[in-house]
């Protein structure tokens, strides 16, 4: 079984601060995503990385992919408010038979945002 | 519409009675899954649909019954469904094309609860 475990579990902050989410795993990937889901809705995707040690910025979001392709981490900088929700990394692999592109999903990071 | 539509949003349903979810996805993709989110736990993948042949069935209870009538819809018939059942039910697309990307944009989710 693949497993992906993030950390933290829950992170609460203060608005203007800096936080990194982890997503670490024994498996190797050929592609890791990174979704955001909020109360009542389904996730949604914010960037996938492919390449071993890619980093890639969406706004003040950075994603990193570990040179090994088995690990992930997102830094938000100056948290906001609006940043609040389920931060989901998923893994995928290669799939020699059968159809369809299956991921792993991760545990979760769940992150508040206070004023 | 735009994206994944999921219809109802919120179900409730006792233990004896039929209903079903439907998915339906308007980005020209030809993959279609249906995820399971229950509070605390991983997303768990239930079924997925490869060009309208079910490629996956994640051990998944004879009570969930899926349908994929064509690339743009999903069905999940639901018989005689236990408590442990509430949650929320994803349903995501994607382009089975490049499986390395793995690329899914899930449908905002069906609440479900079973009394």
């Known amino acids: 079984t693949q497993l992906l475990e993030q950390s933290p579990q829950f992170l609460s902050i203060q608005e203007g601060e800096n936080l990194t989410v982890y997503c670490n795993s024994s498996s190797v990937f050929s592609s890791l995503q990174w979704y955001r889901q909020e109360p009542g809705e389904g996730p949604v995707l914010l960037v996938t990385?492919?390449?071993?040690?890619e980093v890639k910025k969406l706004k003040r979001l950075t994603f990193q992919f570990g040179d090994a392709r088995k690990d992930s981490s997102l830094h938000i900088t100056a948290a906001q408010p609006g940043d609040t929700g389920l931060y989901l990394c998923?893994?995928?692999?290669?799939?020699?038979?059968?159809?369809?592109?299956?991921?792993?999903f991760g545990t979760g990071t769940q992150l508040k945002v206070e004023l | 519409e735009t994206g994944v539509t999921q219809t109802p949003r919120h179900l409730v349903m006792g233990m004896t009675n039929k209903k079903s979810l439907k998915c339906e996805q308007h980005l020209g993709h030809n993959a279609m899954y249906w995820y399971k989110q229950s509070a605390k736990k991983p997303l768990e993948l239930m079924f997925v649909?490869?060009?309208?042949?079910?490629?996956e069935n994640n051990s998944v209870p004879s009570r969930f019954s899926p349908e994929c009538p064509n690339s743009s819809h999903l069905f999940l018939h639901l018989h005689t469904l236990q408590p442990e059942d509430s949650a929320l039910y994803l349903c995501?697309?994607?382009?089975?094309?490049?499986?390395?990307?793995?690329?899914?944009?899930f449908g905002p989710g069906t609440r479900l609860t079973v009394l």
């Open positions: 649909y490869s060009l309208e042949e079910r490629v």
């Open positions: 998923a893994g995928a692999r290669r799939e020699l038979t059968g159809g369809g592109n299956k991921l792993t």
């Open positions: 995501a697309s994607s382009q089975e094309q490049d499986r390395r990307y793995n690329e899914q944009f």
């Open positions: 990385v492919v390449t071993g040690g």
